[in-house]
């Protein structure tokens, strides 16, 4: 009973500090993210979130800037006003310059490395209170794009949010929160760092007049795939589906994702050898999948456990 009682303890002590650590890492890291305030054409005020990247830098989305009348930040009551930025319009990532802010700047993390049900974790202003709020997370998907990458993840944002960061584990920056899928149960989306990093070598300009969409706000038939999937997956559409993941085989065949979607909507219409195939590839692409894990499972068992997952 005392070794039980011991181990208890033990275990409790060993949580305690696990919960200290992260928030006193949560507490370092929100002086790192500031409030982005802007005005509007129409007069109106707008809000989002921006992450020190060095001490008179800050990134956020393009999209809560583009073609306002007036940006600032706020950081411990103060305001600070940009004279600059950068900006990677389609990929909807911008970087204000500031002078005199003397902001605490975060670290990049490995963004090469991520993997599926990673832990994560992100300090944003969602609906804009006054103080920046934690949320914690797993990555669920990874999407290549352009020589980088898409992250969803379960940590959900909301209006204000827009570029927040999301951090590793260690508090290191591995994307900005961007956009979500219409809808219930939406899918949050976060664009890498590695687009940030490589920002930082652009040229600045002065204004925010922009006429260039974002790539996830372009028409239906340009949206990148995993984009065209979502709404036709949560529908139940499986031929609909279906065609859009043989588009997506055919235009990145290296894309585990797609051949996912793909054996999902064989195996809704029973195809499951087909299916099976499928999940099998998605694995030898990226063979950490938890999805197309179980789906592979499922499709081998071809019983119960299949026709509860198609």
Known sequence: MRLLAAFLVSIFIHINLLAETRNELSF????????VHVGTKKGGHG???????????VATNCHVLANSTGVSITKHGDNYTPIALKADWEHDLCILRFQYADLTPVEFGDFENLTY????FSIGFPGGPPKPQYSEGKIKAIYL??????IRTSASF???????PIFDVDGKLLAISTFKSPGKQAYY??????????LLKQPDITSMETNVLPFWDAPEEKLPFFMRVVQPFKNEQW?????????WMKAEPKSAEAYYYAGIAEGKEGGLSKAKQYFEQALSLHPEHPAATAGLGCAEEIKLACNSAF
């Open 189 to 198: 989306y976060n664009v890498s760092a590695k687009w940030v990093k490589a």
């Open 47 to 57: 809000v989002g979130t921006g992450v020190a990247i060095s001490k008179d830098l």
């Open 239 to 247: 031929g609909e589906l279906s065609r859009i993941a043989q588009l």
């Open 145 to 150: 794009l352009d020589n980088s990458a898409i």
């Open 158 to 164: 909301a209006m204000g949010a827009s570029g927040s």
């Open 117 to 120: 049900e990673q832990n994560i």
């Open 28 to 35: 370092r890291l929100k002086a790192s993210v500031v409030k």
